[in-house]
């Protein structure tokens, strides 16, 4: 084909043609300007929702902790009920009970002291006792637990050295010998129990046993003179 031919095929578009293409790009950017301005304004429309969404949400979160807050309240008083109950049923019934139990073994007990507090000469509390069984010549201090743990057993045997160095800082010359017992026995409570020297007492049926295994020799917290300048000290 010759370059004549090739420029006569090739033959710029007429006014017409450009105009129409110029007609349809510019229809085409109007489509364009058009869905824009539809995904702006269901842009807008999902922020206003979010927003909505957001507020709502946070009154629900509000509502929420608020439902929480008021349902601690109700088991804090729930446990500070049945606390109160636990030590009633300790003043009331373990603590005679353990004098009359006790006693039959051939100890002299005669007072049973629940919830017993021991301070300082600052008003410092040093230790707590859940019952606390006496004579004139003897002591026992019950430590008792819904389910006593083998940490328990430690627990007391640090509480009975505080108690036997606050009885000698008074002169308390008495033996003081320590009980422990629950509900429920962990595993190895029992053998720590027995091993710390400690009397044990578990439940038997209905009713509650003390614990006296063959061989057992309960250890005894003894009187040990303080010397003056240490009673100065403290």
């Avoid at 009154?59 to 049945?82: A, P, Y």
């Avoid at 006792?129 to 328990?152: M, R, T, W, Y």
């Avoid at 057993?153 to 050295?161: K, L, P, T």
């Amino acid at each position: 084909m010759s370059v004549a031919a090739l420029h006569e095929e090739r033959k710029a578009p007429t006014f017409e043609e450009v105009w129409a293409l110029l007609r349809e790009v510019g229809e085409k950017q109007k489509e364009t300007a058009e869905q824009l301005r539809e995904t702006d304004r269901q842009l807008q429309e999902t922020a206003v929702q979010m927003r909505e969404q957001q507020k709502e949400t946070a009154e629900q979160m509000r509502e929420t902790d608020r439902r929480v807050e008021e349902q601690w309240k109700k088991t804090n008083k729930v446990i500070g009920d049945l606390g109160l109950r636990l030590g009633e049923i300790v003043e009331r019934l373990i603590a005679p009970n353990l004098v009359e139990k006790f006693n039959v073994m051939g100890f002299n007990l005669t007072t049973a002291g629940p919830n017993q507090k021991f301070y300082d000469n600052k008003h410092r509390e040093l230790a707590e006792v859940d019952v606390l069984l006496e004579n004139s010549n003897l002591v026992i201090a019950v430590e008792a637990k819904s389910k006593l743990l083998a940490s328990h057993i430690q627990d007391h045997i640090e509480r009975m050295n505080i108690l036997r160095a606050y009885a000698d800082e008074h002169n308390d010359q008495r033996v003081w010998l320590g009980a422990v017992g629950g509900a429920v026995l962990a595993p190895d409570a029992r053998k720590a129990a027995l091993k710390a020297g400690f009397y044990l007492l578990e439940q038997a049926g209905d009713t509650m046993m003390i614990s006296v295994p063959e061989g057992f020799k309960p250890k005894e917290w003894t009187f040990r003179m303080v010397p003056q300048q240490d009673k100065e000290q403290a």
